[in-house]
């Protein structure tokens, strides 16, 4: 009698011999579950152990076999008493060292003994060496059997040994072998793509074959990684497309405005839109008149103007009679578009609601009716947008600034605040250029808009890297540029996370550079200061009432005060790409040349060494992201690595980009073709992680 495999994924890790509690802890700290996870846990690397190599041919750095006669054996007392032994198989000898040994151990390694080691080899200071190799000793015309498959090395965690993973793993192979891992992609698909079917491929992972390429494997581009990364992109871009389609499902106000309100804008603005924000604006409206809700991605490089293009979108929707809520992940960054949005929309007879964390009480009650009741059009604000007794009368657009600093789950959120059935139409902007492969994968649930044009008379701001034991230079500098009239940023990092011990270096810094320039006017932000004192702080110095103001990283994004044209940023290489890329961002919006001082204590690391040579060669946002993406990977670029969301377990988007716009289409044709195959494969790979309910 035969019954059907039970499912791996629904049998857990528990049922196999050898895991307890105290494994079944462990695995569970990886994320391992199921027996299915379990085989999902593939080995970083490889150790060939299928043959005995000639010690005469083994190099530094060899990883092998290999089994001699032991000539010598002695004991040393150097700097640690250590056994050394002499191996010789007839094509060369090699000398093995162990610190640590027992009595029984140094008995077995006499002259004439047959050893088989396992080690890698290290230049020592007479020979080769392996060091503490692991041994096996050869009985007498006995030949012990070489192992038949590569060894698998398994990522790991505390108190899990590698042979405790190949034990586990070869327990979860046999249970495979009788079935219980669903293929979900259609055989055409396989096909079409020589890749190998699921079950086989895990298998291979495993335990690899002699012959397979060692260097393929451990590059991850057999076909057999391949395979697996392909269905977990694929697993990533259907629950993407499901979230949207589900999305599109839902009604949304079409909002058509009369175009009164955007012309009274336009008529008062210092400057006329760029084509390229004149059409990310069209591409915008066009989403408005949807009777669905919009969800599109607002990219703009630092400075190409999206709040304008944000602000006149927001009008479309005001005139049609609904509100806005503008949303950006600090308070700074909030409050500044608060003072832009109350510079452009006051004006014209529009109110402007404020609502962060720091703001309670009446004040806070007075804009929370005004939202509910309707007669408020627009409310600026951080997180606090998202409190439960926030409700909005018409809410017909939710404009999020930065989006690169929230996740898909807080971009739900506040769709939910629409009214009755209805969601709001969203737009999502951010200043981090995304390479196109990884935008695609990480927002396969938004439309895209590109603003890829700067305004006007903009000058590239040049940037020097510069030693800090040259700082007294940098102070000179600063004070030219600012009694020339032109204003000055000076930004201070730490390594510290706490922000008290910022703010106090902070302080210290904005101290040392007021004595050093008198009669300057120094300002000072940092994230300690009250809401109202950092305005205050960002008004004057926009009011040019501050010469040079000295900041923590919190001016990173969005700060716009266009005659500022001096960027000091100390310790540099401490920050990432798209950081330094956002803080010289801060620079170079008024129409003389700007100027961008990366300060750096020596030495440099490679690392820091090419960031900071990247940063000196192109002001280019795409290019930074670039490379950026190299440096880094995709998980720091997007921001999400605490949040886990584009976490892969088996796909790399920096090495497998080349397969992204494959698996955008057949994401489509598994949608249209094998809609039952979906859910299972969002389920397999993404499922326990992320809710997306009913899928
Ligand atoms: P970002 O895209 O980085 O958010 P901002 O919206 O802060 O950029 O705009 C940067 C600066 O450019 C602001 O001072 C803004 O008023 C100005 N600006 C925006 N659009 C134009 C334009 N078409 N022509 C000239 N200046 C513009
Ligand atoms: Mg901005």
Redesign the pocket.
């Known amino acids: 009698m035969s019954s059907a495999p039970a499912s791996l994924a629904e049998t857990p890790v528990t049922t196999l011999k050898g895991v307890g509690p105290k494994n079944a802890e462990r695995l569970a700290r990886l994320g391992i579950d199921s027996v299915q996870d379990l085989l999902f846990h593939l080995p970083v690397r490889y150790q060939d152990r299928t043959r005995i190599v000639p010690i005469g041919s083994l190099r530094p750095g060899d990883q092998a076999v290999i089994q001699g006669d032991v000539e010598l054996a002695d004991i040393r007392y150097g700097r640690r008493r250590s056994l050394l032994v002499r191996l010789a198989d007839g094509s060369g000898s090699i000398t093995l060292r162990f610190f640590h040994f027992s009595a029984a151990q140094q008995a077995n390694m006499t002259r004439g003994a047959c050893l088989r080691c396992f080690g890698e080899v290290r230049n020592g200071p007479q020979s080769y060496e392996l060091v503490h190799p692991e041994v096996q000793y050869v009985a007498d015309g006995e030949p012990a059997a070489v192992e038949q498959a590569l060894t698998p090395i398994y990522p790991t965690t505390e108190g899990m040994h590698q042979l405790t993973w190949r034990d586990l793993s070869a327990r979860a192979l046999d249970q495979l072998q009788r079935g219980g891992l669903q293929e979900l992609l259609p055989d055409s698909v396989l096909a079409e793509r020589h890749m190998p079917p699921l079950a086989a491929a895990v298998r291979l992972l495993h335990r690899p074959p002699p012959e397979e390429s060692q260097r393929l494997l451990s590059a991850a581009g057999h076909p057999a990684q391949r395979r697996l990364a392909f269905e977990e992109l694929l697993a990533h871009q259907l629950s993407l497309r499901v979230l949207r389609r589900r999305q599109r499902q839902r009604g949304a106000p079409a909002l058509s405005g009369d175009g009164r309100l955007q012309r009274a804008l336009l008529d008062a603005l210092p400057?006329?839109?760029?084509d390229a924000?004149q059409r990310v604006l069209a591409q915008i409206e066009g989403d408005l008149g949807q009777q669905h809700p919009a969800l599109r991605l607002v990219q703009?490089?630092?400075?190409?103007?999206?709040?304008?293009v944000a602000a006149l979108a927001a009008l479309a929707c005001i005139e049609a009679g609904h509100q806005v809520a503008l949303m950006a992940p600090t308070e700074l960054l909030a409050e500044q578009h608060l003072r832009n949005f109350r510079d452009w929309l006051v004006p014209l007879g529009l109110d402007v609601g404020w609502l962060s964390g720091r703001n309670k009480g009446k004040r806070r009650a007075v804009t929370v009716d005004a939202l509910a009741d309707g007669s408020l059009p627009l409310v600026v604000g951080t997180h606090a947008l998202f409190q439960d007794d926030v409700v909005f009368a018409r809410l017909g657009l939710v404009i999020v600034d930065e989006q690169h600093r929230f996740g898909v789950h807080q971009r739900l959120a506040l769709r939910e605040k629409g009214a009755g059935q209805q969601v709001p139409h969203q737009i999502v902007?951010t200043?981090t250029p995304i390479p196109r492969t990884l935008a695609m994968t990480a927002y396969a649930d938004l439309d895209l808009s590109v603003?890829d044009e700067l305004?006007?008379g903009r000058t590239p701001v040049s940037t020097v890297v510069v030693a800090d034991g040259r700082r007294d230079r940098v102070v000179e500098r600063v004070a030219l540029a600012c009694r020339e009239g032109r204003q000055a940023y000076w930004v201070c990092t730490l390594i510290e996370e706490s922000e008290a011990l910022q703010a106090q270096a902070a302080e210290d810094t904005a101290a040392a550079l007021a004595d050093a320039l008198e009669g300057l006017r120094v300002g000072l932000v940092h994230g300690r200061l009250k809401a109202a004192d950092k305005e205050a702080v960002m008004g004057a110095f926009k009011d040019a009432q501050i010469d040079l103001l000295v900041a923590t990283t919190v001016v990173e994004v969005?700060v716009?005060v266009?005659n500022a044209s001096l960027m000091v940023i100390e310790n540099a290489e401490r920050l990432g790409l798209s950081q330094l890329h956002q803080l010289r961002?801060r620079v170079g919006?008024g129409a003389q040349q700007s100027h961008c001082v990366l300060l750096y204590h020596p030495p440099l690391g490679e690392v820091a060494q090419e960031r900071l040579g990247v940063m000196r060669e192109t002001s280019d946002g795409f290019e930074i992201a670039r490379r950026d993406l190299e440096i880094r990977g995709p998980g720091e670029v997007l921001g999400t690595r605490q949040t886990g969301e584009m976490q892969f377990r088996i796909a790399d988007l920096l090495r497998d980009q080349d397969m992204v716009a494959d698996v955008q289409a057949l994401a489509d044709r598994l949608l249209d073709e094998h809609p039952e195959r979906v859910a299972p494969l969002i389920h397999r790979w993404i499922g326990h992680k992320v809710q997306y309910a009913g899928v």
């Open positions: 400057f006329t839109l760029t924000q703009g490089d630092v400075g190409s103007g999206k709040t304008i902007m200043a603003i305004p006007p969005g716009d266009p961002g919006r």
